[in-house]
């Protein structure tokens, strides 16, 4: 039974529902998340009835714009739990009692794992992939305070240059193609789908790079602490759904990309199956040392390069207790992902040491 509780740009994104008797038995959630194409697995749980199964009527709302859109609506308390990753950093320093509860995008296997960002440049531009230094006096798209902020500035490191050789400009994710296409930038960076649509729709624009483990993918599923302590049963029951829409999206990418173009307005079915072939390689919804390892790195990141005026333990807010429930109860939604190595291997009550 699919129940959204809002629509994307007037489009109805799903089908309406009717309420039966067996609804009073489940549990009711709030759940938010933004519109990239690494969130999926949270509408593919809801259409595949995964949430159902595992006793919960989760509504999600209108994706939001970005991360930080996200974590308003969730401090609003029109949300109970999003999907964010960077902008989760910002809110910390700010005072918001976030924990992350489990990855919806990354790798507990291994520590980089950046295959859905890529850098994308206009014709004629000079900037070569196999010399990131042709950066620099280059005017690059980013979201300042986001996953592909964080990816840019790798970028910048590799290429042996400094933030300031590089004009970087602020810009949201939906406008970065039509930027390029206005010469008002020579590239961006991005997450999926924005990589591909723009070299559909850009023309000369080519593809730099993408991923090459610069970064440690950072996507979480975040809520306020104070829920997630008074609700331990069903964030575990709502983790074990999104773990099993995981792995029918890994087993089923090309269904799960038609997912994908009802509930990002305007995705073309061919980039979505493009997208889709990224997206299943980081589509681990696990903890384990490695992700704890992300989140401190890109914290120290932005900290030394006074993007955030403080930095803070990551301890402190990864509530990593509920996923490692699940994945002991329910081994069998992990068993086609590489095992984690036993180095970074967390049990309950695990402390990270940088």
């Known amino acids: 039974m699919i129940r959204p509780f809002a629509f994307a740009l007037g489009i109805a994104m799903v089908m309406p529902w009717a309420a039966n008797a067996q ?17 999926i697995g949270l509408p593919i749980a809801l259409e595949q009835g995964f949430f159902e199964e595992f006793g919960l009527d989760v509504r999600i709302a209108n994706p939001y714009a970005t991360g930080v859109d996200s974590l308003n609506a969730l401090q609003s308390g029109e949300v109970v739990t999003v999907q964010v990753g960077v902008p989760m950093i910002g ?15 990354g790798n507990a296997a291994q520590l980089g794992s950046d295959t859905t960002m890529a850098l994308v440049a206009a014709e004629g531009s000079g900037i070569d992939g196999d010399d990131l230094s042709t950066l620099a006096g280059k005017r690059v798209a980013a979201s300042f305070g986001t996953i592909n902020h964080l990816y840019v500035l790798a970028l910048i490191e590799a290429g042996g240059l400094e933030v300031g050789d590089v004009d970087l400009v602020n810009t949201p994710p939906p406008d970065m193609t039509v930027a390029l296409l206005a010469g008002g930038i020579d590239a961006f960076v991005g997450w999926d789908p924005w990589p ?9 624009a080519y593809e730099v790079i993408r991923g090459g483990n610069h970064i440690s993918y950072l996507g979480f599923n975040v809520a306020m602490r104070d829920w997630a302590d008074e609700n331990g049963e069903t964030v575990e029951k709502y983790l074990a759904a999104l773990a099993a829409a995981d792995q029918w999206m890994r087993a089923n990418p090309s269904e799960a990309a038609q997912v994908a173009t009802r509930w990002i307005p305007g995705l073309d079915p061919d980039v979505a199956e493009e997208a889709m072939g990224y997206n ?15 989140l401190h790195e890109a914290v120290q990141t932005l900290y030394r390069l006074d993007f955030i005026d403080a930095d803070f333990d990551v301890n402190e807010h990864i509530d990593s207790r509920h996923i490692v429930r699940v994945m002991e109860n329910h081994p069998e939604l992990f068993d086609d992902l590489p095992e984690i190595p036993e180095d970074v291997a967390i049990t309950e009550g695990y402390v990270f040491e940088p």
Request: hydrophobic share 45%.
């Open 23 to 39: 609804d009073d038995d489940l549990i009711q959630i709030n759940a938010g998340m933004v519109s990239g194409f690494d969130q």
């Open 91 to 105: 809110a910390v320093v700010r005072g918001m009692d976030l924990v992350a509860l489990a990855n919806y995008s």
């Open 196 to 204: 591909i649509v723009a070299q559909a729709d850009v023309p000369g």
């Open 280 to 294: 299943i390689q980081q589509a681990d919804r696990r903890l384990s040392g490695n992700n704890y390892a992300a």
